[in-house]
């Protein structure tokens, strides 16, 4: 999966609600007519919130304006949280907020936290909504970017130092050779910082 389904399933908390049987039918006649297979009521209602909330957007009847964190709050103080939520899904609230901080920092939860992540992306988390529905594309856009300038910081550092090393291996450790090393930090760093500033402006 991508990170828009990513943040998805992320975003997913389970609610008790009461609903029209028959209105339940007709989404779901609605989906199976549009080519998807319908494996849960809970799979059901998501997927029709986020149309819902999808058409709502479309229509100017609301913005986005909320990270994950802002709206759990949001729904604390409203006195919406379901009380009957157990550790693990309090746990699971945790986790998809702090990985939210980390895309914002620009790291990937899958390599940053692999035991949390997979612990969200399983079998049995319910299957992302189609299309772009509930997540901001501005706000997967810069995910994205902050992830692979980061990917990139990294992979320059892991090189610069295997550089130094390669220096230090060789014996090389006069003054020229060391002023020669740092030129050449100079470089890439500016290197670094023109790419930066080039993908800001894509």
């Not at 990513?6 to 080519?35: F, N, P």
């Not at 399983?122 to 997967?140: C, G, L, Q």
Request: hydrophobic share 30%; proline share 2%.
């Amino acid at each position: 999966m991508g990170i828009i389904d990513d943040i998805k399933q992320e975003r997913s908390v389970g609610i008790s609600a009461r609903c029209d049987l028959v209105t339940l039918a007709e989404l779901t006649i609605y989906w199976t007519d549009q080519g998807y297979n319908i494996k849960s009521v809970s799979q059901l209602v998501s997927w029709s919130l986020n149309l819902l909330k999808d058409a709502l957007e479309q229509n100017e009847k609301i913005t986005p304006s909320m990270d994950f964190a802002k709206a759990y709050q949001f729904m604390q103080n409203k006195n919406l949280v379901q009380q009957s939520y157990s550790k693990r899904d309090k746990k699971k609230i945790a986790s998809a907020i702090r990985f939210e901080g980390m895309r914002e920092e620009g790291n990937d939860p899958r390599y940053e936290d692999p035991t949390s992540y997979n612990m969200l992306h399983n079998r049995k988390s319910v299957e992302p909504s189609p299309d772009n529905t509930a997540v901001s594309a501005n706000d997967i856009a810069l995910t994205k970017q902050l992830i692979n300038q980061n990917r990139f910081k990294k992979t320059l550092e892991e090189k610069k130092s295997e550089a130094l090393a390669g220096y230090s291996k060789a014996g090389f450790t006069t003054e020229s050779s060391i002023e020669e090393v740092q030129q050449r930090d100079a470089q890439q760093d500016s290197e670094l910082d023109e790419l930066i500033n080039r993908r800001k402006g894509e």
